[in-house]
Structures are given as structure tokens and as C-alpha cells.
């Protein structure tokens, strides 16, 4: 589905867009990816990666998943995957450059 499809009716008579929620539980429907991107940011229920497009299955894991962007990206000295992610392990905040992050940390 390309979000550009017509809604269709469900038994219930509820009307289901073209785009599903990509979280397994969630049964919300959208007329776009960007309305679904949006809402899945927006949701508290959904541990959403926006930067990669990336659904988590919970805090840790998108915690998890965030760390280890970081640390790829600190262990190659790339810059540019850094713009990807720049986060703490240990709480997940994101930060702007890995300056910020090294003094976080050794707070």
C-alpha cells in the first residue's frame, strides 16, 4: 500500500485507510506513511525511531538500538552516521555532537 488508495469499510463499519499502523497491536489507519510516521512519534505506546524509520518493541530496545548506532558511528569516527545518531546508552538522550555526549556521560 503507497497511501494512496481508497479507505475501505471494515464488518464493524469503521472506516480503514490505506496505510496500517506497522506496530503488530496498533489497528490505526492513515491516509499517508507521514500521518502514520507522525502518529507513531506521537504515541506514547510506540517506541518509534524516526531517524531510521525504525519500530522498537520498547524503551530499552530503542534505547538499545539508538546505542548502538552511536557507537558504530564513534567507532568508525564517522560524522556523518553521528547526524544519524548521537545518544546516550545508558538514557537514550540525543545529542548534537559527540562532545555533548562524552560530557554527559562523565556527569
Partial sequence: ?????????TMRGSVLKAVKCSYEN????????EEMQ???LADPKHDY???????????????????????????TNSKSKLKVH????????D????????RHIKQ
Fill in 38 to 40: 507522525d502518529h507513531k
Fill in 86 to 93: 548521537c545518544s546516550c546508552k545508558y538514557c537514550g538522550e
Fill in 49 to 75: 525511531c524516526d531517524k531510521c524509520d525504525v519500530d522498537c518493541k520498547d524503551w530499552e530496545d530503542f534505547v538499545e538500538h539508538k546505542a548502538e548506532w552511536t557507537a558504530r558511528a564513534l567507532k
Fill in 95 to 102: 545529542f548534537r555532537s559527540s562532545g555533548g555526549l562524552e
Fill in 1 to 9: 500500500m503507497d497511501g494512496t488508495g481508497p479507505a475501505t469499510r
Fill in 26 to 33: 496498533c489497528f490505526n489507519s492513515f491516509d499517508t506513511v
